[in-house]
């Protein structure tokens, strides 16, 4: 991510508080190098959405998702990156702080089973 900049209104989305320059590819093919996301602060996150976070001092951008005992999962969206994927247990000391939604105008699929190896 590169520095926020001022919003041009009739250009940003409904809602959006910040545009933030992309630099990786994380979360190809919806957020590719050179795009640009739009940012909402505050409020909640929905599984699923993509979010900005503050992990263990260092900020992300992923794919949120919380399963049905409170573990917490920030995935690349790009699945060929999930080695960037975040996995935070539930009680655990690390968290996940989220700073900003990212606006889009569709869902990002949650992540399928992964492929068997070899």
């Given at each position: 991510m590169t520095e926020t900049d001022s919003i041009p209104r009739k250009k940003a989305p409904a809602g959006a508080d910040l545009a933030v320059g992309v630099t990786d590819d994380l979360n190809a093919p919806w957020l590719s190098p050179g795009d640009t996301m739009?940012?909402?602060r505050g409020g909640s996150i929905a599984p699923g959405e993509l979010g900005?976070?503050?992990?263990?001092?260092?900020?992300?951008?992923?794919?949120?998702?919380e399963d049905s005992e409170g573990n917490?999962?920030?995935?690349?969206?790009?699945?060929?990156?999930?080695?960037?994927?975040?996995?935070?247990?539930?009680?655990?000391?690390?968290?996940?702080?989220?700073?900003?939604?990212?606006?889009?105008?569709?869902?990002v699929p949650l992540p399928g089973p992964e492929p068997p190896r070899g």
């Open positions: 739009f940012l909402a900005v976070f503050i992990v263990g001092g260092q900020t992300v951008c992923r794919q949120y998702v917490v999962y920030l995935f690349a969206a790009n699945r060929a990156r999930r080695s960037a994927d975040i996995r935070l247990p539930a009680g655990s000391a690390r968290t996940a702080q989220l700073l900003a939604r990212v606006l889009l105008p569709f869902r």
